[in-house]
């Protein structure tokens, strides 16, 4: 097993998880609350990571966090060194790609709160931060919880943009994705079983997690 990889994985989606569980909440709210017409272009913007294929959308970050580009010349000047091939680099892809699975849940559960509730809220005096942070994000915590272990998991099994943005540096990009990847090049099949089972481990672990947060304490779901 590649310990130094599946430290790597872990570090790369928790930071993941935590940076859009920050981008996310407000963004969802935005989309829920907001009333300008240009919403369902950023709610399309925000989705298109689902439909995009991973190699693509690696290949536009490979290119414009790179050195061909005046932004990632920018970045580079300002951080020492590109994006591109860099654990940093790899938060920026894992954050972008994985933004759906974190922003979707929370749209959900925002949009399931009844709106009396709201309104009851605003007639008390609460804005906007307040109305989200004090009635929407407490009454959508199991959408909350869905949307962090989405996110996590998401971020731990993708391959196609580690690959073209992150490459196969160890203890740097080698993600437990990569690998897999490579054991089965190398026709190194038990490696590669112990890998995936311990990937599939984690899966059913974080599935389990979203399933009992789901159901109330002593009855059955609504």
Do not use: C
Not at 68 to 78: K, M, P, Q
């Amino acid at each position: 097993m590649d310990w130094q990889a599946f430290a790597l994985t872990i570090k790369l989606a928790s930071l993941t998880t935590a940076i859009l569980l920050v981008i996310t909440v407000p963004l969802a709210a935005l989309l829920v609350l907001g009333r300008s017409r240009w919403l369902a272009a950023l709610e399309a913007l925000a989705a298109l990571p689902l439909v995009l294929p991973p190699t693509v959308l690696g290949f536009f970050l490979l290119v414009l966090l790179g050195m061909r580009t005046t932004v990632g010349r920018g970045i580079a000047g300002l951080l020492g060194h590109p994006l591109a091939f860099s654990f940093a680099g790899l938060v920026v892809g894992s954050v972008i790609y994985s933004l759906p699975f974190a922003v979707q849940p929370i749209v959900a559960g925002f949009s399931a709160v009844d709106a009396s509730l709201l309104d009851a809220a605003r007639m008390l005096g609460a804005g906007p931060v307040r109305l989200v942070l004090r009635v929407l994000v407490p009454l959508a915590r199991r959408s909350m919880l869905a949307a962090a272990v989405l996110a996590f998991l998401h971020t731990v099994g993708e391959f196609g943009v580690v690959l073209m943005l992150g490459g196969d540096i160890p203890g740097a990009t080698r993600t437990l994705s990569i690998v897999l990847y490579n054991q089965v090049e190398n026709f190194d099949y038990a490696a590669a079983n112990r890998t995936a089972a311990l990937l599939l481990g984690l899966s059913i672990l974080a599935l389990a997690a979203i399933y009992t947060g789901a159901r109330p304490r002593g009855g059955r779901r609504a």
